[in-house]
């Protein structure tokens, strides 16, 4: 934890003053490449440095080209703007803004301290690393079901759904429903608790809200407090991450990218969680409801890193990360599922999460790699999640940028 204390300070001190690192510069990219990036000045509102880029073990012309598919995305209108953060351990690379946090009522441009709601991304920062704690220090077993924690489900065909099933989304949960104005964390649980199942738990592997949700609020009990509220006192201020907040302070919000106006707030979403039953469990919420920036997740990504080196007991070891980062061969569907994380999105071995609202964080230990996408792709109207492969597209692009990833193209 010294180490990981030490690295955040040094990067939190960099990051007071990041507009040194923002210049164009470095070897000059391919004539026609250039010509592009040019061209799109008024999108790409910080600079490339392709010197920095190269030092990080990054090639720079797969780099750029990922940026500008994101600058045509925001100019066909699939997404209003990202923030895109890819670095390597001991590497300087800065995040990169494009488009706009903000386009209604006012355009405002997307910077690399941008805060944006993490949607499901709240399961991966919050609730996976403290699941993972609880199961190496027994607290929580695998085959704990629903019907010991929860007694909304009792007496349904969800009682013996299984502590692994949430964390593989295995168990065939349905989606919570419409949910009222004035719900309440029972109305919730009763809503998902009568839900059809979508299929039989544990034959295949399909991604629920629901299994982060009722994660997020199982770890809390066994924290004795919200999940959202342990995270940050036990993990995320340790490590630095002083843009990652459960409550946006008033003076935040300018700072803050929307949402989409929403038909159940009636209004736009602003500085509150997209998603109704995220808001109705506030700090309890597993599956929404954090704020946070792209450089915290590259701090908490450097946590990661430094757990699969073995170098953060207290939060849980190298051989239960190795076990949450490996697959069930058993489970069948399209997902790559170890516990709570999806896998080789970012190239083999890595582990991370792509959310509905289009924002990801994936890390790979083999090329001490992470890659960190903050979007609000459904401002100022929700989008659907098929509507543009915007983010998929550029993973792949700036997967082929790390070097000891390759193919360097």
């Known amino acids: 934890m010294i180490r990981i204390l030490a690295t955040t300070a040094m990067l939190f001190f960099a990051q007071l003053c990041p507009a040194d690192r923002y210049v164009t510069g470095g070897p000059e990219l391919p004539a026609p490449l250039q010509a592009r990036l040019d061209e799109n000045r008024e999108t790409i509102r910080l600079g490339i440095n392709t010197e920095t880029l190269d030092k990080a073990g990054i090639a720079p012309v797969p780099f750029v080209q990922a940026i500008l598919g994101l600058s045509d995305c925001v100019r066909e209108g699939h997404l209003p703007g990202a923030v895109v953060y890819l670095n390597t351990v001991g590497g300087d690379n800065f995040p990169i803004g494009v488009g706009s946090r903000i386009v209604d009522p006012e355009p405002f441009p997307a910077e690399w301290s941008t805060i944006y709601e993490a949607g499901e991304l709240t399961a991966m920062m919050a609730v996976v690393p403290f699941a993972l704690q609880a199961l190496e220090r027994d607290k929580l077993r695998p085959g704990d079901t629903l019907g010991h924690f929860f007694p909304e489900f009792h007496g349904t065909d969800k009682e013996s759904v299984t502590i692994e099933m949430l964390l593989r989304h295995s168990s065939g949960l349905a989606e919570p429903g419409p949910v009222a104005r004035d719900a309440g964390r029972t109305d919730i649980l009763r809503s998902i608790a009568n839900a059809p199942l979508l299929f039989p738990p544990g034959s295949r592997s399909e991604k629920s809200v629901s299994n982060p949700l009722l994660l997020g609020l199982v770890v809390g009990q066994l924290c004795n407090a919200p999940i959202q509220e342990h995270a940050l006192a036990e993990l995320f201020y340790p490590a630095g991450l002083m843009n990652t907040v459960a409550d946006l302070p008033p003076t935040w919000i300018v700072h803050t990218a929307p949402g989409p106006y929403s038909t159940w707030y009636d209004r736009l979403v602003w500085a509150e969680p997209e998603d109704p039953s ?37 939060i849980c070891t190298t051989p239960t990360l190795q076990l949450a980062t490996t697959p069930a061969p058993a489970i069948p569907g399209g997902m790559r599922m170890g516990l709570g994380l999806e896998l080789d999105g970012f190239g083999e071995g890595s582990f991370g999460w792509n959310a509905s609202n289009g924002s990801s964080l994936w890390i790979n230990p083999r090329a001490d790699a992470y890659l960190a996408i903050l979007t609000n792709r459904n401002h100022p109207m929700e989008r659907s999640a098929t509507d543009h492969p915007c983010a998929a597209r550029a993973t792949e692009l700036l997967r082929k940028s790390v070097r000891a990833l390759g193919p360097d193209v």
């Open 278 to 314: 995220a808001h109705v469990l506030g700090k309890s919420a597993g599956h929404g409801g954090l704020f946070t920036s792209c450089d915290d997740l590259g701090l908490l990504s450097n946590v990661y890193l430094s757990l699969a080196r073995g170098e953060v007991p207290d």
